[in-house]
Structure formats: structure tokens, C-alpha cells
């Protein structure tokens, strides 16, 4: 990057942010759905091992990324990549003379080497954390593709996890900070958090340990993990205890699952080596949720330079008694640490720390059922959805300390990092478990559908970071010298099936249309088979069975996607319109579309073979964007369903002077031999030479593949 470019973008940013606080944050509270500061009975999702995925768009991908994606990135992780995939792999090649390998971290550690410098530490600080969130994604796959190899792998793996705490003693592990700054665990003493990562890399090592019990009932790494977790909650708290929080969010959410882990299920504590005591998990999760901007409010990041703020930071300044006896910096915007988050009232900061925190705080909502922290995710989500999320779901407009930009700002050139959409995924997918409303699932199959699956190449081998809705050389690379997408993107499709059903009390949801089946119990005893069949997303057609085990009166709720109501964005940051609405049948008639809260509700004596006909409205549709978006203005993007769509040159060679037609009809036709078989839309557009010509739209998520680089775009001007 150009320091020219970094001195500009921060200008701008600095400019933007002053702005977007002086006037943009203050317009007026975005949260017309008041409902969702109310306290709701969260719906129940299904476990990944309850539900069975059969379905033509999603089984062969799921079947590629078990097999091909965990295997590849473990791989690389252990340093089987090509070193001359990005520059600065290439630089550390010459270096190292081989590639880098997470594992040896683990290895000399358990030699028992400490302090002996960062070249002896692979990859960035927060390399052990990656490693431990490719093994929670590939745990959930192989819950549903049993692999012998796969979870011997893992086997391995853990044992030189295990041999590496086990060299410390009390519980602690880190690998970076053991090898390069062992006096400065947790970042203090003149450690530095926000780069060394350790609350982050123990979060996802818990998270990775409940995901691999769940799958395969074994403790080992659960046993490593409350060791972990253990030291802690010994260490970290309220005074006397030291004030840190995660510099990353994700450890309140991996608290909370071991908690929950422990609390359903408390027969498994005899079979644990330490003492478990979960309430003090979900103290901990709370602590990292209430303790945010609570600290000496120094250094003034984006005022100071960063290698000032750092200084003050490994100065220990911040320990002076001056700021009183459970003082800590403040890790400022980036890492939602300004303010307490009962304050906050727009998403900010780092975009995937930031989707993260949202996540966090509505996992720990949805055991506390506290309104403030209701209030405060509901406000959080609601100016993402409504105000700062890209057509594709994309978060985080800013390359510069890849955040959320200010309200409203959504260049097409933006930096969207596939881990921030994944985040954003997350995030949604907990607001519908604790308020059970559609509009969540509407934001989270945007994600999913666009800027998540952008995230991974046809062949389940090449990545991206960045997922811009403007391409002009951008291709997925083989490796990064950062690669956290890779296993982000493994966690949300790890655990798909989980977000396709769920229950409250004696209600079913069908939050997600995924041909597949799934046994669901409801509160009054009755076990419900539910199964799904559909071309969705290429077609609107969706055939539900519902076969409960006797007849019984129960309700099934079927949600409605927002774009199928015209309703695009529940906030109406996008605006489009379908000619034909959704249409319902129940064994064959026509059921009245009463929506509430983006479901139809379906209350009747249900018996084997009922049957429930959904039909969404899938012909393809012209979205704008909110005329407060400046740089939209005149421009459209093309949808059907929840696939947005891009124009690349190889189809289209005068795509720089394109401009499409609105009131010509477009087409939809689905190719079996394009892009591994999709719907592609054609229209007309002009050139700037005035010639009428076809257009040719593919899927967003498929951008790249035919030939990596290609010129594309997504907003495309119209000709009025
Ligand atoms: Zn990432």
C-alpha cells in the first residue's frame, strides 16, 4: 500500500467520521421496530446433527468443503502452500527457507523454549487462533460427513496442543507470546494486546473444544480448554482481579458456549480433569461485555499516531496510580472500547471485531434476557442492516483499520472482508434466535448468499479478503499472510444446518430454504419430521412436509423474505420492487398471506403427509439504493432472490460504458454448464457509443472464476 494512499484514506476517514458524528449519528434513531427492545422467548435452532442436508445447490458444496476446503487449509496452515502466492509469503520464504508451519509453534513450545524472539514464532500472533477456528469449523463437518482421517487429524493436532500447555503448567496458552514476550501475557507489562491476540486465541480455542465434543464426544480438548478458561476467570474480573478484555471479540461468545456446554449437561464435569464451575463462564462473558470502555481513556487513538498510542501502551503508563488501581488502556473505536455498549448506538470500529461484539452481546442476551443488552444489540444490527451494509451484506466500507465507514457511505470500491459478512452472518443469525423475526434471516441470507460465499473459489481452494462490488484485478489467492477468512468461512457453513429450522415452544420455523430433513421436538412431547424440497435459489418453488408423530395442533411459521414482499432492506437503505407476490398452499389450497414478523403463521391439526406449497416470486429485479447514498445515485444492481448479481467483461466487453436499459424486460435462464451450473440474467444496456447491446449478469458469489481478475461490476448505471 502507498503511504501517499494511507495518508489520504485516513483524512478522508478522519473527515468522514467527524461528519458522520456531527450530523450523521444524530439524525434521528433508526429503530422504528420498537418491538425489539423487548423482551422475546428466543427460538430454539436445531443441532447440526438433528438436521440432514439434501439439497442440489448446497450438498455438492458442502461435500467439496469437507472434503477439498478442510484439507487445504490445514494444509497450508501447515505450511504445504506455494510460497510464491503473495509477495509477502514469498519475502518470508527467502527468510525461513520453507514455508511457515503453525504446528512448530506448538512444538517449541512444549520443548519448552520461551523468549526466544518473534522470527521463531510463524505467522502473525493470532496463528494459534486460526488454527483453533479451522478446527471448530471442520468439527461441525464432520458431523455431517463422518471422516476417520479428518478427526485423526485433529487427534494429532491436539496432542501437540495439549504437550504445549502442558509445558506451562497453569493452564495458559499462547504460542506467540510464550515464544516471542513471555512477560507479557494478555498483553501486559508492556505487552501490547491488540496485537498479541492471547484472549482472542483462548476464546477460539474454547469455542473449538465445545464444537469438538459436540461432534465426537471426546474431552481432550474440552479438558485443555477449561484449563484455559479456568486461569482466566482466576485472573481476569472485577477488582481485585486485572481489568483486560478481548482486544478481538469472540471469547464472550466461546465463554458462553462452554457455560451452556457445562449447565445442560452437568454430568460431563466428572468426566473433566480441573474443577468446573460454569457461572464463573458467564460471569467472565458478561465482565468482556460490561467492561468495555471502562478504563483510563488513554491513548487518544486516531489523535495520537498509532506508534504513540502503542508506546503509552508498552510504556505501562496506564498503570500509574493516577488511574486508579483496575486501570487499562483504552483500545478506543477500532475495538468498540470508546464507550459502553449500553451507549453505543451505531456499529463502529473493525468490522469483524465489531459484527463479533454484536454476536457477543446477543449470545449473552439470550441467557440474560437483560434489556439493556437487548436495547443495545437491537441498535447495533439495526444501523448495520439499515445504514452501513453493502447490497451483497458486505461490511466495513474502510481498507484503512478495515471498519464500518459512516452512515450511509458505500463505495463500490469497498473493502468488505469476507470474515466481516461472516460476522454480520453470526450476528443476524443470533438476533433471530432471540427475537424470532424474519427480517434478521433476510440480512443473514444476503450475507450468506453474496459476500460469504464470494469468500471461496468454485474449486474450494483459492480465498478472498477483500469483496469489493468493483473489480479490476481482483482474483481469491491461494494464501495470505493473514488467512483468518478461510476458517471464518468454514465456521458459517460448518453450522448451516443449524440456522434452517428452528422451534419455540410449540411453534416450528422454516427460517431458510435448504432441501433437507429434520427431526424437531416441540414443548408438549410431539416429534415433528419436517422435510424440504426446492431448486431454491435458481427456483422459488418450495415443498414442505410436515409428518408429526400423531395428529396434533401445532404452528408452523414460514418466513417470507422481505424481497419477495418488496420490501428489500426493512430499513429501506435498498429499494425494488417484484410484480408477483409470495404465494402459500396447504394440501393443495390457497392460504391467506397474513405475515407477521416475516412469517406466515400456519396453526391447524397437522397429520402425516401434509403438505405446505411455497412459491417465492424469483424473476429477476432491478435494487436501488437509498438516495442518501450519494455514489449510487443512477445506478442498479440486478437480484433474484437472495443472489445479487455482477456483469463481468468476459461477458460483457464494453462494461465500462454500460449503462442498462430499466424498461427493457430482462431474462432469466439457468445454465447447467456455466460457473457449475447458476441462473444467469440478460437485458439490454447501451454502450457509451449509444449501441443497443445484451447484457450478460452471473451470480456475485461466482465472480472470478471463468478468469480471475476480470474486470466486473455490480452497481451499474442506468440509462433513465
Ligand atoms: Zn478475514
Same mark, same amino acid.
Given at each position: 500500500m502507498n503511504k501517499t494512499y494511507i495518508i489520504y484514506s485516513t483524512i478522508l476517514v478522519t473527515v468522514l467520521l467527524l461528519a458522520g458524528m456531527l450530523i450523521g449519528f444524530r439524525i434521528d434513531s433508526n429503530k422504528t421496530p420498537g418491538e425489539d427492545t423487548a423482551v422475546n422467548k428466543p427460538m430454539v435452532f436445531s443441532a447440526v446433527k438433528d438436521v440432514k442436508v439434501n439439497d442440489s445447490f448446497w450438498s455438492p458444496k458442502l461435500a467439496l468443503w469437507s472434503d477439498v476446503t478442510v484439507n487445504d487449509i490445514f494444509n497450508k496452515f501447515e505450511g504445504q502452500y506455494d510460497e510464491e502466492s503473495r509477495r509477502d509469503l514469498l519475502n518470508e520464504y527467502k527468510k525461513l527457507g520453507r514455508t511457515r508451519d503453525a504446528f512448530r509453534n506448538f512444538d517449541i513450545v512444549a520443548q519448552g $523454549?520461551? =523468549? #526466544? =524472539? %518473534?522470527? %521463531? /514464532?510463524? =505467522?502473525?500472533?493470532w496463528y494459534d487462533g486460526l488454527v483453533y477456528e479451522t478446527i471448530r469449523g471442520a468439527a461441525d463437518f464432520l458431523i455431517q460427513f463422518p471422516d476417520k482421517k479428518t478427526e485423526e487429524r485433529i487427534d494429532a493436532y491436539i496432542d501437540r496442543i495439549e504437550a504445549a500447555q502442558n509445558s506451562e503448567g497453569d493452564g495458559y496458552i499462547n504460542t506467540y507470546t510464550m515464544l516471542a514476550e513471555p512477560k507479557h501475557r494478555w498483553g501486559t507489562n508492556g505487552g501490547f494486546e491488540r496485537y498479541q491476540h492471547d484472549v482472542y486465541n483462548s476464546g477460539a480455542l474454547i469455542e473449538a473444544a465445545v464444537h469438538y465434543y459436540n461432534a465426537t464426544g471426546k474431552t481432550r480438548l474440552l479438558n485443555i480448554a477449561v484449563k484455559c478458561a479456568n486461569y482466566i476467570c482466576k485472573v481476569?474480573?472485577?477488582?481485585? $482481579?486485572l481489568n483486560i478484555i478481548p482486544a478481538h471479540a469472540l471469547p464472550e461468545e466461546a465463554m458462553m458456549k462452554l457455560y451452556w456446554l457445562f449447565k445442560n449437561n452437568p454430568v460431563l464435569k466428572s468426566k473433566i480433569s480441573e474443577k468446573v464451575n460454569e457461572d464463573d463462564y458467564y460471569d467472565m462473558a458478561k465482565f468482556w461485555i460490561e467492561y468495555r470502555g471502562k478504563h483510563c481513556g488513554l491513548p487518544v487513538w486516531n489523535v495520537w499516531s498509532q506508534a504513540e498510542c502503542e508506546k503509552w501502551i508498552k510504556d505501562n503508563t496506564y498503570s500509574d496510580p493516577k488511574y486508579g488501581n483496575h486501570s487499562r488502556p483504552s483500545w478506543g473505536l477500532y475495538n468498540q472500547d470508546s464507550v459502553s455498549v449500553f451507549q453505543q448506538k451505531t456499529i463502529e470500529g473493525h468490522a469483524v471485531r465489531a459484527t463479533l461484539f454484536g454476536t457477543c452481546v446477543t449470545t449473552v442476551a439470550l441467557e440474560n434476557n437483560d434489556p439493556s443488552y437487548i436495547e443495545a444489540s437491537s441498535a447495533i444490527w439495526d444501523n448495520m442492516v439499515g445504514? +452501513?451494509? /453493502? #447490497?451483497?451484506? =458486505?461490511?466495513?466500507?474502510?481498507r484503512y483499520e478495515e471498519m464500518f465507514g459512516p452512515d450511509y457511505v458505500l463505495p463500490s470500491d469497498g473493502y468488505l472482508e469476507t470474515c466481516a459478512a461472516v460476522g454480520s452472518a453470526f450476528f443476524s443469525g443470533r438476533m433471530a434466535e432471540l427475537h424470532g423475526d424474519g427480517k434478521y434471516f433476510d440480512a443473514f441470507e444476503r450475507s450468506l448468499y453474496n459476500n460469504v460465499l464470494s469468500g471461496i473459489s468454485l474449486s474450494g481452494d483459492h480465498y478472498s479478503y477483500e469483496n469489493p462490488l468493483i473489480g479490476e484485478g481482483v482474483e481469491r489467492w491461494n494464501w495470505h499472510s493473514c488467512p483468518c477468512c478461510p476458517p471464518m468461512f468454514l465456521k458459517i457453513v460448518g453450522e448451516?444446518? +443449524?440456522?434452517?429450522y428452528s422451534k419455540e415452544s410449540n411453534s416450528i420455523y422454516i427460517n431458510l430454504f435448504i432441501g433437507s430433513e429434520a427431526k424437531i421436538m416441540l414443548d408438549n412431547g410431539q416429534e415433528v419430521l419436517v422435510k424440504q424440497t426446492t431448486g431454491y435459489p435458481w427456483e422459488g418453488r418450495i415443498e414442505i412436509n410436515i409428518e408429526p408423530t400423531t395428529k396434533k395442533e401445532f404452528t408452523v411459521k414460514v418466513r417470507i423474505p422481505g424481497w419477495a414482499q418488496s420490501s428489500e432492506n426493512p430499513y429501506g437503505l435498498y429499494i425494488s420492487k417484484v410484480k408477483s407476490g409470495a404465494g402459500i398452499k396447504v394440501n393443495g389450497k390457497k392460504t391467506a398471506l397474513n405475515i407477521t414478523r416475516g412469517y406466515v403463521n400456519i396453526t391447524r391439526i397437522w397429520a402425516k403427509g401434509d403438505v405446505i406449497e411455497l412459491n417465492l416470486p424469483m424473476e429477476p429485479r432491478f435494487v436501488y439504493a437509498n438516495e442518501k447514498v450519494q455514489n449510487l445515485k443512477g445506478m442498479a444492481v440486478l437480484a433474484s432472490g437472495p443472489i445479487v448479481y455482477g456483469l463481468e467483461k468476459f461477458d460483457n466487453p464494453e462494461l465500462s460504458s454500460y449503462k442498462i436499459d430499466i424498461n427493457s424486460p430482462v431474462n432469466m435462464t439457468y445454465k447447467n454448464d456455466v460457473l457449475n451450473g447458476v441462473n444467469i440474467i440478460t437485458g439490454k444496456a447501451f454502450t457509451g457509443k449509444g449501441a443497443e447491446v445484451e447484457f450478460k449478469a452471473v451470480p456475485f458469489n461466482t465472480l472470478n472464476n471463468r478468469m480471475p481478475g476480470n474486470d466486473f461490476k455490480v452497481w451499474v448505471p442506468v440509462q433513465e
Open positions: $523454549k520461551r =523468549g #526466544v =524472539g %518473534q522470527p %521463531q /514464532h510463524e =505467522g502473525p500472533p481476569m474480573g472485577p477488582a481485585p $482481579k445504514r +452501513r451494509m /453493502h #447490497v451483497t451484506g =458486505g461490511c466495513g466500507s474502510f448451516l444446518p +443449524r440456522y434452517i
